[in-house]
């Protein structure tokens, strides 16, 4: 049971995270002619949806709560 307790609160820092951090995203777009590459890479930031997020912290309280009922 406390494998169950320590899944749950790793699930938890995730999800308390998740609405803090965003994570990095790049893509590539380019065209390649012969020996020539002409090419625009974009980057932005992305953020996890706030409703993942709240089911990630809801999820991890309830393993820790269940791994620490056993």
Known sequence: MK????????V???GIV???VPFPHSEHHG?????AHIGVTTE???RVPPALSVVLVV???GLMIAGRKG
């Open 3 to 10: 494998g169950l307790l320590m899944a749950g609160v790793v």
């Open 12 to 14: 938890l820092i995730l």
């Open 18 to 20: 998740s609405f803090f």
């Open 31 to 35: 065209i390649r002619a012969g020996d």
């Open 44 to 46: 932005h930031d992305q």
């Open 59 to 61: 999820a991890g309280a």
